[in-house]
């Protein structure tokens, strides 16, 4: 639950998602839920002459077990607090 968390404090936030078939878009993070499913409103891709069909796509839905990797602001991040919450949420699941 802590990303799920952390993810819902992001949206309005422009992300970048990278899915495991090299496929690289940009976008504002709209919704995300418990399986860290994420809706993008406004994307663009990184490499629109390798996939040009996604030129006309404005918004998408991307399954979570896709995504490799989401890069974000790094003005947004609180590591320190999201630090904590993971030792927390470690010593609760040892208790």
């Given at each position: 639950?802590?990303?799920?968390?952390?993810?819902?404090?992001?949206?309005?936030?422009?992300?970048?998602?990278?899915?495991?078939?090299?496929?690289?878009?940009?976008?504002?993070?709209?919704?995300?839920?418990?399986?860290?499913?994420?809706?993008?409103?406004?994307?663009?891709?990184?490499?629109?002459?390798?996939?040009p069909?996604?030129?006309?796509v404005?918004?998408?839905?991307?399954?979570?077990?896709?995504?490799?990797?989401?890069?974000?602001?790094?003005?947004?991040?609180?590591?320190?607090?999201?630090?904590?919450?993971?030792?927390?949420?470690?010593?609760?699941?040892?208790?």
């Amino acid at each position: 639950m802590l990303f799920y968390s952390f993810f819902k404090s992001l949206v309005g936030k422009d992300v970048v998602v990278e899915l495991k078939n090299d496929l690289s878009i940009c976008g504002t993070l709209h919704s995300v839920d418990q399986y860290l499913n994420i809706k993008l409103t406004d994307i663009s891709v990184t490499d629109p002459e390798k996939y040009p069909h996604m030129l006309s796509v404005k918004n998408c839905f991307i399954c979570g077990s896709v995504v490799r990797y989401v890069q974000l602001p790094a003005d947004e991040v609180d590591t320190q607090l999201l630090q904590d919450a993971a030792r927390k949420e470690a010593l609760q699941q040892k208790q």
